[in-house]
Nanobody, 128 residues
Framework: QVQLVESGGGLVQAGESLRLSCEVSGRTSGSYPMGWFRQAQGKEREFVAYTNRIGGWTYYADSVSGRFTISRDNTKNLLYLQMNSLKPEDTGKYYC?????????????????????WGRGTQVTVSS
């Protein structure tokens, strides 16, 4: 059974950086497109970033574009999210999610219904 386990969250001050990791374990058959989502307390989960199966194409939410970078190392079954210039509004629990199939439109990529597996999340708290 495939599992996703996020790590790397923590408490930082505004302007600082964090790097999140997501380990994919279990029986896998090839790579899947992956995404990062986040959920602030009392709010709905929202899309953050997406990468295709080989990491050669990425897409970001406007709110993080230019500050966050999604990447992956398929040899290690790891997905990353480098977060720079963090803001208090970036606070939330971050989840890596596996897409059911390759996504290629601005409508489908942020749609949670296109993802079928996620981990328990890792908390990121940014103080002002």
């Amino acid at each position: 059974q495939v599992q996703l386990v996020e790590s790397g969250g923590g408490l930082v001050q505004a302007g600082e950086s964090l790097r999140l990791s997501c380990e994919v374990s279990g029986r896998t058959s090839g790579s899947y497109p992956m995404g990062w989502f986040r959920q602030a307390q009392g709010k709905e989960r929202e899309f953050v970033a997406y990468t295709n199966r080989i990491g050669g194409w990425t897409y970001y939410a406007d709110s993080v574009s230019g500050r966050f970078t999604i990447s992956r190392d398929n040899t290690k079954n790891l997905l990353y999210l480098q977060m720079n210039s963090l803001k208090p509004e970036d606070t939330g629990k971050y989840y890596c999610e596996r897409a059911k199939s390759p996504l290629g439109t601005t409508e489908t990529i942020p749609d949670m219904a296109q993802y079928d597996l996620w981990g328990r999340g890792t908390q990121v708290t940014v103080s002002s």
